[in-house]
């Protein structure tokens, strides 16, 4: 004991407690990948929209048509590989922009060299590319992790850093997304985002050509990959801003470096540019609004849902980031540079995400949008656990302690959704603590669900609809048929339930 004792405290003195915590994650990822082998899988990996991500490498690089036609050859065999959105004149595109490929893309072509080595179709879809391509997701956060180190280890000491990358990576659901549903957009953006904000606080301090290049690349792929992460421009415009009064010096700085400006925003372009040359071959417009009726209602944000919800509440899925909330009234002393560009573009964020149609976004473990944005959260966190880190023994050890609860509690809670104990798109209030600290799901768990009805919740409008069951009584099997009608429906007399046929009615 008094040797492990010795190593921790070598690795304290030295800086390498925080190190520690990214190797642990990386680890710990790297386990859960192995364990669950999605790669084996048909649909394991190139799920949801990842399907939209990922379509432009094997369209470029097997198929050698990025318009798409080849899928007209085969379609059954295309079916849930590649989506395929047409326009009106016939024009084919892909609803998500093709930035997460830019990504994907090393990872792509380790894949295709291991499928060629070993024998196995060079699609673009068998197990050696999907294989590669969720381990792409560990390796960004890994990136990320240390870009974001290296901010934090400037304001904070190495024991704070160590415990906030511990509580943002196993405590929240960036764990999730970097695992189970690894390839999705979030892990990476999470990333972006971290050396994005490192890329800030060194471009104010040197405003090179090379870092204005790196900035520029960094911020373009990330308005790319989603869109309105653009809102991260907020953090580089009024990094420094402390008052009102700080906006005259900080508009002469930038007019003082207007060609750095300028090559951020011609880097940024750079990126973007692909996606809209395609959009221009495909549909004949620079510019395309690939999400059809879908959009925003910002005079009906749904933030209060957003927030607690047990939908898909993000402080009741991932509770632990109401400790980085808290940490804005430490923040707003002891980090003032950060203390404003961060608090206003949480505020903006919150609104615009939860203004989106579905605010609940679809399938998914509690508010997956909120993950992006989770590298600059870890600063309000990293001031709170700062100011627990010296405060009195007993608030110092049950504050951590508390919070690594929710730590192991944010792991129960994702083999919850990985074993159906929590919902992917239909939890309610009754169903979430009927289920609370089960593994397996019954079905009084299933009775307790609560659809939403997508028709009018497209319209800027909160509804739900009846859970479609297949008959009554014990044996009853629930349908996931909720966006189909059938003639000979009946709504049961409570309104929860509607059965496919007469027969069934009680």
């Given at each position: 004991?008094?040797?492990i004792?010795?190593?921790?405290?070598?690795?304290?003195?030295?800086?390498?407690?925080?190190l520690?915590?990214?190797?642990?994650?990386?680890?710990?990822?790297?386990?859960?990948?192995?364990?669950n082998?999605?790669?084996?899988?048909d649909?394991?990996?190139?799920?949801?929209?990842?399907?939209?991500?990922?379509?432009?490498?094997?369209?470029?690089?097997?198929?050698?048509?990025?318009?798409?036609?080849?899928?007209?050859?085969?379609?059954?065999?295309?079916?849930?590989?590649?989506?395929?959105?047409?326009?009106?004149?016939g024009?084919?595109?892909?609803?998500?922009?093709?930035?997460?490929?830019?990504?994907y893309?090393?990872?792509?072509?380790?894949?295709y060299a291991?499928?060629?080595?070993?024998?196995?179709?060079?699609?673009?879809?068998?197990?050696?590319?999907?294989?590669?391509?969720?381990?792409?997701?560990?390796?960004?956060?890994?990136?990320?992790?240390?870009?974001?180190?290296?901010?934090?280890?400037?304001?904070?000491?190495?024991?704070?850093?160590?415990?906030?990358?511990?509580?943002?990576?196993?405590?929240?659901?960036?764990?999730?997304?970097?695992?189970?549903?690894?390839?999705?957009?979030?892990?990476?953006?999470?990333?972006?985002?971290?050396?994005?904000?490192?890329?800030?606080?060194?471009?104010?301090e040197?405003?090179?050509?090379?870092?204005?290049?790196?900035?520029?690349?960094?911020?373009?792929?990330?308005?790319?990959?989603?869109?309105?992460?653009?809102?991260?421009?907020?953090?580089?415009?009024?990094?420094?801003?402390?008052?009102?009064?700080?906006l005259?010096?900080?508009?002469?700085?930038?007019?003082?470096?207007?060609?750095?400006?300028?090559?951020?925003?011609?880097?940024?372009?750079?990126?973007?540019?692909?996606?809209?040359?395609?959009?221009k071959?495909?549909?004949?417009?620079?510019?395309?609004?690939?999400?059809?009726?879908?959009?925003?209602?910002?005079?009906?944000?749904?933030?209060?849902?957003?927030?607690?919800?047990?939908?898909?509440?993000?402080?009741?899925?991932?509770?632990?980031?109401?400790f980085?909330?808290?940490?804005?009234?430490?923040?707003?002393?002891?980090?003032?540079?950060?203390?404003?560009?961060?608090?206003?573009?949480?505020?903006?964020?919150?609104?615009?995400?939860f203004?989106?149609?579905?605010?609940?976004?679809?399938?998914?473990?509690?508010?997956?949008?909120?993950?992006?944005?989770?590298?600059?959260?870890?600063?309000?966190?990293?001031?709170?656990?700062e100011?627990?880190?010296?405060?009195?023994?007993?608030?110092?050890?049950?504050?951590?302690?508390?919070?690594?609860?929710?730590?192991?509690?944010?792991?129960?809670?994702?083999?919850?959704?990985?074993?159906?104990?929590i919902?992917?798109?239909?939890?309610?209030?009754?169903s979430?603590?009927?289920?609370?600290?089960?593994?397996?799901?019954?079905?009084?768990?299933?009775?307790?669900?609560?659809?939403?009805?997508?028709?009018?919740?497209?319209?800027?409008?909160?509804?739900?609809?009846?859970?479609?069951?297949?008959?009554?009584?014990?044996?009853?099997?629930?349908?996931?048929?909720?966006?189909?009608?059938?003639?000979?429906?009946?709504?049961?007399?409570?309104?929860h339930?509607?059965?496919?046929?007469?027969?069934?009615?009680?």
């Open positions: 004991m008094e040797k004792k010795q190593f921790f405290e070598w690795l304290k003195k030295n800086s390498r407690l925080s520690l915590a990214i190797i642990f994650f990386v680890v710990a990822a790297s386990w859960t990948n192995m364990n082998g999605l790669w084996n899988r649909h394991g990996v190139v799920i949801h929209d990842v399907i939209s991500y990922y379509s432009y490498l094997p369209a470029l690089f097997v198929y050698h048509d990025l318009s798409f036609k080849f899928i007209g050859k085969d379609p059954a065999y295309f079916q849930g590989k590649i989506f395929n959105s047409k326009t009106k004149d024009g084919n595109y892909q609803k998500m922009t093709m930035g997460l490929s830019f990504l893309l090393p990872f792509f072509l380790l894949g291991s499928a060629w080595l070993i024998g196995t179709p060079l699609d673009g879809f068998s197990y050696p590319f999907m294989c590669w391509l969720l381990f792409s997701s560990v390796f960004y956060v890994f990136i990320g992790l240390l870009y974001l180190r290296k901010t934090l280890l400037r304001f904070f000491d190495d024991q704070t850093v160590a415990f906030v990358l511990i509580f943002i990576t196993i405590g929240t659901n960036l764990f999730f997304y970097t695992t189970l549903e690894g390839a999705m957009s979030h892990a990476y953006n999470f990333s972006l985002i971290a050396v994005f904000l490192y890329l800030t606080i060194i471009w104010h040197n405003p090179s050509r090379n870092n204005s290049i790196y900035a520029g690349l960094i911020f373009g792929l990330i308005s790319l990959i989603r869109p309105t992460n653009v809102l991260i421009v907020i953090i580089f415009l009024l990094y420094n801003i402390i008052s009102f009064n700080d005259k010096d900080k508009f002469s700085f930038y007019l003082n470096h207007y060609s750095r400006l300028l090559t951020i925003a011609f880097f940024a372009f750079l990126i973007i540019f692909p996606q809209l040359l395609f959009w071959l495909n549909t004949g417009h620079w510019l395309y609004y690939s999400y059809k009726e879908e959009g925003f209602f910002f005079l009906k944000p749904e933030i209060y849902r957003g927030l607690f919800s047990y939908r898909k509440g993000w402080l009741v899925y991932t509770p632990i980031m109401i980085a909330i808290t940490g804005f009234y430490f923040l707003r002393k002891r980090m003032t540079i950060l203390f404003l560009p961060i608090i206003i573009f949480t505020i903006i964020n919150i609104y615009v995400i203004s989106w149609w579905d605010w609940s976004y679809g399938g998914s473990f509690g508010a997956r949008a909120m993950i992006d944005s989770y590298a600059l959260m870890a600063i309000p966190m990293s001031a709170f656990v100011k627990i880190l010296n405060s009195k023994r007993l608030l110092r050890t049950g504050t951590l302690a508390f919070m690594f609860l929710l730590v192991m509690f944010n792991i129960f809670q994702i083999l919850q959704y990985k074993y159906a104990t919902h992917f798109c239909e939890m309610s209030k009754e979430y603590w009927h289920s609370f600290g089960k593994l397996k799901a019954d079905i009084e768990f299933y009775n307790l669900l609560e659809p939403l009805d997508y028709k009018k919740l497209i319209k800027g409008e909160y509804a739900k609809i009846p859970k479609i069951r297949e008959s009554i009584g014990p044996d009853a099997v629930t349908g996931f048929e909720e966006f189909s009608r059938f003639k000979n429906n009946f709504i049961s007399t409570d309104g339930y509607e059965f496919k046929d007469a027969k069934f009615q009680s």
